[in-house]
């Protein structure tokens, strides 16, 4: 039922998405995840221009990932279990300059992640 909104999906966050009132204001509550690493990505800073997710955060800088394929990179993070439903949040959530992908985590976890969309 990959339609259901109620369909758990897994979502790796290395940024805003770990904050408290960001959850709050994008899911409606507070999320529980556990650690883990994405290897073949590398992380920068990308400056937000959108006022309302600059005011959500508190960040005028959010990290962005780049897909580099180099085992060598590697950015640790969260593993949240949402729903469909959230993860249409996240995705309204998320500037343009992002876009989601799968990707599989050093644990082994297939899972949805934002990356650069230039990359």
Same mark, same amino acid.
């Given at each position: 039922m990959a339609n259901d909104p109620t369909t758990a999906v897994r979502l790796f966050s290395y940024g805003t998405l770990r904050q408290r009132d960001v959850?709050?204001?994008?899911?409606? @509550?507070?999320?529980?995840? @556990?650690?883990?690493?994405?290897?073949?990505?590398?992380?920068?800073?990308?400056k937000i221009t959108d006022p309302a997710v600059v005011a959500l955060s508190g960040k005028a800088e959010h990290p962005v990932l780049r897909r580099t394929d180099d085992p060598n990179d590697a950015v640790e993070g969260v593993i949240f279990d949402i729903t469909e439903a959230e993860l249409a949040a996240a995705d309204a959530y998320e500037v343009d300059d992002y876009m989601r992908v799968s990707a599989v985590s050093a644990g082994g976890v297939e899972t949805f992640v934002y990356v650069l969309a230039a990359s």
């Open positions: 959850q709050l204001a994008t899911f409606g @509550r507070e999320l529980v995840g @556990r650690a883990d690493v994405l290897v073949g990505f590398s992380l920068s800073m990308l």
